[in-house]
């Protein structure tokens, strides 16, 4: 009798030391079934072969041998999850050090594209700046060829005496004190009409 009391304390011990083993490994759902079933109907995961028949009260030799086999299993498959785990874990340090190296990236990669939008707006007003410069100098290029053909149709005798009046009077601007007798001789010369122009002689400047 104390035989049977001790395989049965013996037999329970593994159990319980099996249970709580297998408890670290599961849900809450599955521990909560897990609790509630007959305990002597535990099996080792992967193994479908029950610790003890239904209904027995008495464990052998050889049952106690399987109960350490399927114990020295579960732990070494708990080891193992747990070693998966681990390096599970590390690999998703990694790669979340690899998205915040890969997002410093990207903003420094937007700040540069930033900047280079801005140079191209520059350019484009300058651009645009040069082309009305462009416009302005080709208006008076156009303005000065207007202006050389238009001296070329004129009667080169008054041309020349347009220039030499046009000298003469800025020599007496630029010269003069402004006094009542020179600011005379400028507009005297300045309201010449061209055939007066044309039949005056030049005349000496004071």
Not at 141 to 161: G, S, Y
Request: proline content about 2%; aromatic content about 4%; some cysteine.
């Amino acid at each position: 009798m104390e035989s049977e009391k001790l395989k049965f304390l013996s037999i329970t011990a593994v159990l319980l030391s099996t249970a709580a083993t297998t408890f670290t490994t599961m849900t809450y759902l599955e521990k909560t079934e897990y609790a509630t079933s007959n305990i002597t109907e535990i099996a080792a995961p992967g193994l479908s072969t029950p610790l003890l028949s239904s209904g027995s009260t008495t464990i052998s030799s050889g049952e106690v041998e399987q109960l350490r086999a399927r114990l020295a299993e579960v732990e070494a498959k708990s080891k193992q999850t747990n070693d998966e785990l681990w390096d599970k874990k590390q690999e998703i340090e990694k790669l979340k050090i690899q998205i915040n190296e890969s997002q410093q990236q990207i903003i420094k990669m937007d700040q540069h594209i930033a900047s280079i939008m801005q140079e191209n707006d520059q350019l484009h007003q300058k651009k645009e700046q040069l082309e009305s410069e462009l416009v302005i100098f080709q208006q008076c290029v156009k303005d000065a060829k207007d202006v050389f053909d238009t001296l070329l149709n004129l009667n080169p005798i008054r041309v020349i005496r347009r220039i030499e009046i046009g000298a003469e009077v800025l020599d007496i601007v630029n010269s003069a004190v402004r006094t009542d007798g020179m600011c005379r001789r400028a507009w005297h010369l300045l309201n010449q009409s061209p055939e007066s122009l044309s039949m005056t002689a030049p005349q000496s400047r004071r």
